[in-house]
């Protein structure tokens, strides 16, 4: 049994303590697209660990972590997180696997980052300025530099050359010397030489001794480069198919798919968001779910719970499941409001449109739904919840078109709601 975790919206849905819940159930954890801008956020022990591109599951000893060919790695940024979790205690060694085949971001990515949203003037997509889109554009382009060009250093100083020389024609007003960066990348490719390997084999080996393993998603499914709301998306695909192409394993290896989707709905950065709020309501909701970029603390964009959206986000990944995290956040709201489909005109679309020129002219047709006094914070039974959450729940589902087979009432691993009977618990027994 393998199970992917996607983020079911605009990303930063609580994916990091879902995986991080369910990581004890499986073997191995792997990341197969995005980089050091994913920003998960876990509580354990009373820590709290923000990671990036290293998949959570390593907080747990025995876990592999798998990072996979789709992936942009920063070398600088991976071994700093290697650092900043052995200041805890916690020690990669033999656990991490990297592929061979992911693909290197380099100083002059995140130079050029910088260049292409200044370029972009007030159309800015709001990346986190990382180098990861670079990075993406050099492997498309077939001139990008992988983790095991690292071992060949006459072809690696020549493409490099090659790569900072047509940096420094595009950023004017500094240069970049590219022998150093060889050096550093050499030394770098030293110390990274344990955990590279073919990761495509590496899961089927792992497959074949009967090891599940979990594919974590970073970013949202509004946010794929194919499915989300183009331009203003990530550079790679967040979705399902992803988890294939990303770590070289077959459709079929992923037996199982679980949406992560928040009770209300966030978005960082530019591009439209239907159910999006201004004013004292984002404002409790911010405030309240601590919408804060992990990566950037940048503040989020708040709305309601937009159905549409996570309707689109069943289709396009098959999830068999939802874990709806932060129901806690929408405690002591007399009424809550639920996006059941826009209004264009003077059509009413059930549909996401996939355009965004349509999309930001929708309207959302809201449904209203009482909300509850007693806190939900910390419930870990469903019949526990007072009535009214337990009836949004279920409103969710039907909504939605998915069962919530897990309800997530706090940032704390114990916070948690297991719906009896759900697919996820017969995915965690298997
Ligand atoms: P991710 O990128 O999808 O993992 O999401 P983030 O890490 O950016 O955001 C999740 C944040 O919400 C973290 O600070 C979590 O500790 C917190 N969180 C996760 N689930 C819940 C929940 O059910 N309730 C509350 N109040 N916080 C939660």
Redo the contacts with the bound molecule.
């Keep these: 049994m393998n199970v992917a975790v996607i ?1 079911a919206q605009w ?9 991080d819940l369910l990581t004890p159930h499986f073997q191995v954890v792997a990341r197969y697209q995005g980089g050091h801008n ?6 354990a022990g009373g820590t ?1 660990f ?1 990671l990036h591109l290293i998949p ?1 599951g390593i907080l747990h000893p025995g876990i592999r972590c798998v990072i996979g060919n789709g992936v942009v790695v920063d070398p600088d940024a991976l071994f700093q997180e290697i650092e900043t979790l052995a200041e805890y205690g916690i020690e990669v060694d033999d656990r991490l696997v990297i592929s061979d085949k992911a693909h290197l971001i380099l100083p002059y990515h995140r130079d050029l980052d910088l260049l292409n949203e200044a370029r972009r003037g007030d159309r800015k997509i709001g990346t986190t300025s990382r180098g990861i889109g670079p990075a993406y554009e050099d492997k498309v382009g077939r001139r990008g530099i992988r983790v095991g060009d690292l071992f060949e250093a006459t072809s690696l100083a020549e493409q490099v050359r090659e790569n900072v020389h047509a940096r420094n024609r595009l950023v004017g007003d500094s240069a970049l010397e590219w022998r150093p960066l060889v050096e550093h990348l050499l030394a770098h490719g030293e110390r990274m030489r344990p955990w590279v390997t073919d990761v495509s084999v590496f899961l089927a080996e792992a497959m074949k001794r009967g090891e599940r393993i979990m594919f974590e998603g ?3 499914t509004l946010l794929d480069i194919d499915h989300g709301t183009y331009p203003y998306v990530t550079s790679s695909n967040s979705t399902v198919g992803g988890a294939c192409t990303g770590l070289g394993v077959p459709p079929r290896a992923v037996t199982g798919v679980l949406g ?1 989707a928040k009770a209300y709905t966030t978005r960082v950065g530019g591009g439209p968001l239907p159910t999006e709020l201004t004013g004292p309501m984002a404002e409790r909701l911010r405030e ?3 919408e804060y ?2 990566s950037t603390g940048r503040p989020r964009r708040c709305g309601w719970y937009d159905a549409v959206t996570v309707r689109y986000s069943v289709r396009v990944n098959g999830l068999d499941s939802l874990a709806l ?5 929408l405690d002591g709201l007399p009424q809550i409001l639920v996006c059941t489909a826009y209004k264009c005109g003077d059509q009413v679309l059930t549909e996401f449109p996939g355009d965004i020129r349509v999309l930001s002219t929708c309207r959302p047709i809201y449904e209203t739904l009482p909300g509850w006094s007693r806190p939900t ?1 910390g419930i870990r039974r469903f019949e526990e919840l007072p009535a009214e959450a337990q009836a949004y729940v279920r409103r969710l589902e039907e909504l939605s078109g998915v069962p919530v087979g897990i ?6 691993r114990e ?2 709601v297991f719906r009896e009977g759900s697919i996820v618990g017969s995915w965690l027994e298997a």
């Design positions: 983020g990303g930063d849905e609580g994916k990091g303590k879902i995986v994913a920003g998960h956020t876990v509580l709290r923000v959570s970073a970013q949202g992560v309240t779910g601590q970029g992990a995290t932060k129901l806690d956040v914070r309800v997530s009432t706090g940032s704390e916070d948690t």
